[in-house]
T-cell receptor, first 118, second 111 residues
């Protein structure tokens, strides 16, 4: 079984300040982990992915995330928020090395809405 | 997005009628998924497929069925639509070692 918990449903920051969106996962097998962003009334865009290579992953638009196996976490950060970062963010886990029908199954967190104030 | 096409993009239907949503991919991905997105719930998995004719239930599968007769097509059917199935539906596809690619979504309204 696998699950994803996004620890904050809403995060509010001021423009130019750091962003931290928290994600914890549970997986019986080695996971692949992803962060997606969804702007209002839009589809889902991949920000970054972890697939068992480097634990610090850099993505688009200045975002990065660190895979910490001991803490089962994959938190998303950005040093300086921009107004255009306001959106909903989803942490996603995919079982990468499992046997059986759960292989490839994608599980989403509940989402974190990021608000950026001028 | 990356060869994932959903049809229709918008649909209004009456309670009790059958509805089929289509997802078509051009990248030969093995795995395909149907999700529904509702405020406060994120994306919840309805059904997924791990190969032609191989499907399994997700967490909110009641009232939905799927079929995958070809690698490129994954159909989602609401046998008898209910108002609780009003939602935005997303299809996704992925390979073994790739991220998921999503369609643009289908907004379904059941009146």
């Amino acid at each position: 079984a696998q699950s994803v918990t996004q620890l904050d449903s809403h995060v509010s920051v001021s423009e130019g300040t750091p962003v931290l969106l928290r994600c914890n996962y549970s997986s019986s097998y080695s996971p692949s982990l992803f962060w997606y962003v969804q702007h209002p009334n839009k589809g889902l865009q991949l920000l970054l992915k972890y697939t068992s290579a480097a634990t610090l992953v850099k993505g688009i638009n200045g975002f990065e995330a660190e895979f910490k196996k001991s803490e089962t976490s994959f938190h998303l950060t950005k040093p300086s928020a921009h107004m255009s970062d306001a959106a909903e963010y989803f942490c996603v886990v995919k079982v990468a090395n499992a046997g059986g029908t759960s292989y490839g199954k994608l599980t989403f967190g509940q989402g974190t809405i990021l608000t950026v104030h001028p | 997005d990356a060869g994932i096409t959903q049809s229709p993009r918008h649909k209004v239907t009456e309670t009790g009628t059958p509805v089929t949503l289509r997802c078509h991919q051009t990248e030969n991905h093995r795995y395909m998924y149907w999700y529904r997105q509702d405020p406060g719930h994120g994306l919840r998995l309805i059904h997924y497929s791990y190969g032609v004719k191989d499907t399994d239930k997700g967490e909110v599968s009641d009232g939905y069925s799927v079929s995958r007769s070809k690698t490129e097509d994954f159909l989602l059917t609401l046998e008898s639509a209910t108002s609780s199935q009003t939602s935005v539906y997303f299809c996704a596809a992925t390979g073994a070692n790739t991220e998921a690619f999503f369609g643009q979504g289908t907004r379904l309204t059941v009146v």
